[in-house]
């Protein structure tokens, strides 16, 4: 049921023509020649650029065929300078030179590399495909549409797609973390609700590299809307207004508990749409009790205890000699989630229960400190009280197994890498320090 995506990017092409008719066609309408008028538009543009202390989020769309859907970026001006994050690269601020210039019309340019701005644009290697000598087809010049005090709309020259400027009011860091977290509780594909008083059928793709929605009504759904979107910090934005039965909806919020995502309409309405929570979805209460853990794919195991501690988090004990080992609830995955974590301290000796997975570019079995490094433990829907052990979504390592690591020092500090795999009295069960490829949690 998808769509040519690149019907949206066409929809706003003639609103650039239009945009760019009045700037240089009808100056006998105007006491100001063309080019004053186009100078009055760049500086109020500058000015509003400028207002805001916190910066801007960037919804960004590659590609012409918009095969790679939205991306969010921050983007903070200061007179001639824009310091860009981007949340493919968290914690990762760049400052480059931007200027606003008439190309055929008010442009706003990244014309000074900008590894994170040019991320989407910079060839990296010889083939067509993403990130070759065609890039991702990215743009990093722009022709300003319309400007208010509070959203910018914008068209790549290159891609001709629509992309969007939105102040915002925290700190860059902050919004791209929680558009991070809002990301990771994304995942229904179907959806149902009504808006404009028709029942509408609503397909997504929303993982990142996609984020595609398409919507469908009337008779034998002969009505369809498509296109792509961005996570927000609560949900998503749509890269085009939905409009069904004259009723128009750009965002919605996604509660998590009810599986909804639900936004306010043009008319005032209120729009919910509804999902199902997958097979494979465990509310908190299910992981509770006594366990087999089984590992060296589902040969070996171990008894473990799962018991509640506060309203998101588990204490797995019994896996651990002399340490217990915390998990935490995904609400939005309705799972658990068993990542890197420090388990004990002996003088100098920093002990830390490490994701396992082979490194990318030595094959090699690598031990991760990083929190983010481990498991989605997930239902397994054709077993009843069977929960397995999937990585989760680290892209740098792809944990398989876990281990007890010995840091000479902390991991903040220098020397942390000097160490080895833990001896007594830090081992694992079994009288190993590892438990390679950890397969199930079997409720007994």
């Known amino acids: ?238 890269m085009e207004p939905l409009s069904v039965n004259g009723v128009t909806i750009q965002e919605f919020a996604y509660q998590v508990a009810s599986f909804a995502y639900v936004g306010t309409a043009s008319n005032g309405e209120v729009v919910t749409l509804q999902g199902d929570a997958p097979a494979d979805y465990s509310t908190f209460e299910e992981f509770a009790g006594n366990f087999a853990l089984k590992y060296s794919n589902g040969t070996r195991s171990i008894d473990v205890t799962l018991e509640a501690s506060g309203e998101d988090t588990y204490v797995i004990k019994g896996l651990g000699k002399s340490f217990d080992v915390v998990a935490k609830y995904n609400l939005g995955r309705g799972c658990l989630e068993i990542t890197s974590q420090q388990v004990g301290v002996d003088g100098d000796n920093y002990y830390w229960l490490c994701g396992v997975g082979l490194d990318s570019s030595t094959g090699r079995p690598t031990p991760s400190w990083s929190t983010d490094c481990g498991f989605f433990v997930k239902k397994d829907p054709q077993n009843p009280g069977t929960f397995l052990f999937l990585p989760n979504n680290f892209d740098e390592l792809r944990a398989a197994s876990l281990m007890v690591w010995r840091f000479a020092g902390s991991v903040d500090q220098a020397g942390y890498q000097a160490g080895g795999q833990a001896a007594n009295p830090w081992r694992l069960a079994n009288n190993s320090a590892q438990m390679a490829n950890l397969h199930s949690l079997v409720k007994k």
Not at 1 to 14: D, F, G
Not at 41 to 57: A, F, H, P, Q, Y
Not at 87 to 108: A, H, R
């Open 1 to 238: 049921m998808r769509l040519n995506k690149i019907i949206p990017a066409m929809l706003v092409a003639m609103s650039a023509v239009l945009l760019q008719s009045c700037l240089k066609d009808q100056e006998d309408l105007f006491d100001n020649s063309a080019s004053e008028r186009l100078q009055m538009v760049l500086d109020n543009t500058k000015r509003i650029l400028e207002s805001s202390e916190d910066g801007w989020v960037l919804d960004y769309y590659p590609d012409r065929n918009l095969s790679y859907g939205g991306y969010v970026y921050t983007v903070k001006f200061d007179k001639a300078w824009v310091t860009a994050g981007l949340e493919i690269e968290p914690g990762k601020f760049e400052k480059s030179l931007y200027k606003l210039t008439n190309d055929n019309g008010p442009v706003l340019s990244f014309d000074s590399y900008n590894s994170l701005l040019h991320h989407f644009s910079t060839p990296s290697g010889s083939g067509a495909g993403p990130g070759g000598y065609q890039a991702y087809d990215g743009d990093f010049e722009f022709l300003i549409m319309d400007v208010t005090e509070n959203t910018i709309r914008l068209r790549g020259n290159r891609t001709g797609n629509t992309m969007w400027l939105h102040r915002i009011t925290e700190d860059a860091a902050s919004y791209l973390a929680s558009v991070e977290e809002n990301n990771s509780s994304l995942f229904l594909e179907s959806l149902r609700g009504v808006i404009g008083g028709k029942e509408v059928e609503v397909y997504m793709e929303p993982q990142r590299g996609s984020r595609y929605i398409e919507v469908a009504w009337g008779e034998g759904d002969d009505e369809v809307f498509g296109t792509c979107f961005v996570p927000t910090t609560d949900g998503i934005r749509l």
